[in-house]
């Protein structure tokens, strides 16, 4: 007759040792993991991380970038929201948000539809249109300034042969800000083209074919089918492309210098009108922290209100 197994109990010791030792390989993990980290985490904390904080604390000075400065806590910002052209130069950067986003998710959704299909030589077609991609901004503005020349240009040469009179388009204030927003969706088309594009592929054929089967034409199948699956897709191409817009310099800078009349002024040639050209570096701080803070509001807003309308597979 066999005696009874006897359970044995961890004594208190034993149970010190283990959680001792788990502790140890927790910290050696952590220790590893910043290693690893520490490559790109340093020139994050010494490029982006630390500007800002500094940026934070120019923003509470009256500084001139040469002299001492001076605390005025919230003064700079105060004025800011009380200066007109401060306020005239978020409206320019919606302005050009309002024609951008549609015009570059229209075109990348129209040219990720054509190269989804069985189409002859789209692999070229598309390392065609993701080239402006990796074009210098410089070089993309001062084609399209030349382009949109209102007295040489392409564009006004060809509309005069339509009988159509050309505008003024860069010289022009009421067209200045097209200008930009034509330059800059023909070089994010690509862009924009790649990911929604790799978001088709990702939609199951038979999903598409059950629809086809159920009787679904082209637009229901696109209405009921590709566009709530390419939802993810959408919502990351207007998250980067707001965050993007909101910033818009380059071009601005390059093709108009915010001109004619301040009609193209945005917030980041503001930002850099402040600080090197009437000295006040201040507020050109306090205005970048008021555009980070207002790139921020929305982006939370955007990802709360994804639950209403990304669709997960």
Do not use: C
Request: glycine residues 10%; aromatic residues 12%.
């Amino acid at each position: 007759m066999t005696a009874p197994a006897v359970s044995r109990r961890p004594t208190r010791g034993a149970t010190r040792t283990g959680g001792r030792s788990r502790s140890a390989a927790r910290r050696r993990t952590g220790w590893w993991a910043l290693a690893f980290l520490l490559p790109s985490a340093l020139p994050l904390a010494a490029f982006v991380i630390v500007p800002m904080l500094g940026a934070g604390w120019i923003s509470l000075h009256e500084w001139n970038l040469i002299g001492s400065m001076h605390w005025v806590g919230l003064g700079n910002y105060a004025a800011l929201l009380r200066d007109p052209a401060t306020l005239a130069a978020f409206g320019h950067t919606l302005g050009y948000l309002a024609g951008y986003l549609p015009l570059v998710y229209g075109g990348g959704l129209g040219l990720a539809l054509a190269l989804n299909t069985a189409l002859h030589g789209r692999a070229l077609l598309r390392g065609v249109y993701f080239l402006p991609v990796v074009t210098s901004w410089i070089v993309v503005a001062l084609v399209w300034r030349w382009l949109l020349n209102p007295s040489v240009g392409i564009v006004n040469w060809t509309l005069a042969q339509l009988g159509v009179q050309g505008p003024g388009w860069w010289t022009d204030p009421a067209w200045s800000m097209a200008s930009v927003v034509l330059a800059s969706a023909w070089k994010d088309l690509g862009f924009v083209m790649v990911i929604l594009l790799a978001g088709l592929q990702a939609i199951p054929t038979e999903v598409l074919e059950a629809a086809r089967v159920d009787g679904a034409g082209w637009w229901r199948r696109l209405w009921s089918v590709v566009l709530p699956l390419l939802s993810p897709s959408t919502f990351f191409v207007v998250v980067i492309s707001l965050i993007n817009g909101f910033q818009v310099f380059d071009q601005v800078y390059a093709m108009t210098a915010g001109g004619p009349n301040g009609s193209s002024e945005v917030v980041v040639l503001r930002i850099q009108q402040l600080a090197f050209r009437y000295g006040e570096a201040g507020s050109a701080s306090a205005l970048s922290w008021l555009l980070f803070a207002v790139i921020l509001a929305i982006t939370l807003v955007q990802i709360r209100g994804q639950r209403r309308w990304v669709t997960y597979a």
